[in-house]
Nanobody, 127 residues
Framework: EAQLVESGGGLVQTGGSLTLSCVAS????????IGWFRQAPGKEREGISC????????FYVDSVKGRFTISRDNAKIMVYLQMTDLKPEDTAVYYC????????????????????WGQGTQVTVSP
């Protein structure tokens, strides 16, 4: 059974940094692109970044571009999201999810994901 476990969230002030981690199990991790998604209170869940299966391409939505960096370590079956210059609007529960393809080519990739959701990790950015 596929499983992903996110960690690394917390409470930070505006301008602070956090690095989220995601460990995967139960599926061929290096066959899949991985996306990071987030859901803020009262808002729709949104995909914000993805990375291809072999780490040769990444994508970021405009709201996080230049502030967030996605990476993966296939040997450790881990995906990371380094977040800098955090803003109150980044407050959300963050999830990592395998995409249906090995490629990460843009926003379209984030619309095609497997229905495998962990418990997420809460990020709260205070003003």
């Amino acid at each position: 059974e596929a499983q992903l476990v996110e960690s690394g969230g917390g409470l930070v002030q505006t301008g602070g940094s956090l690095t989220l981690s995601c460990v995967a199990s139960g599926f061929r991790f290096d066959d899949y692109a991985i996306g990071w998604f987030r859901q803020a209170p009262g808002k729709e869940r949104e995909g914000i970044s993805c990375i291809s299966s072999n780490d040769d391409s990444t994508f970021y939505v405009d709201s996080v571009k230049g502030r967030f960096t996605i990476s993966r370590d296939n040997a450790k079956i881990m995906v990371y999201l380094q977040m800098t210059d955090l803003k109150p609007e980044d407050t959300a529960v963050y999830y990592c999810v395998p995409l249906t393809d090995f490629r990460c080519t843009g926003a379209g990739s984030l619309a095609q994901y497997l229905d495998v959701w962990g418990q997420g990790t809460q990020v709260t950015v205070s003003p």
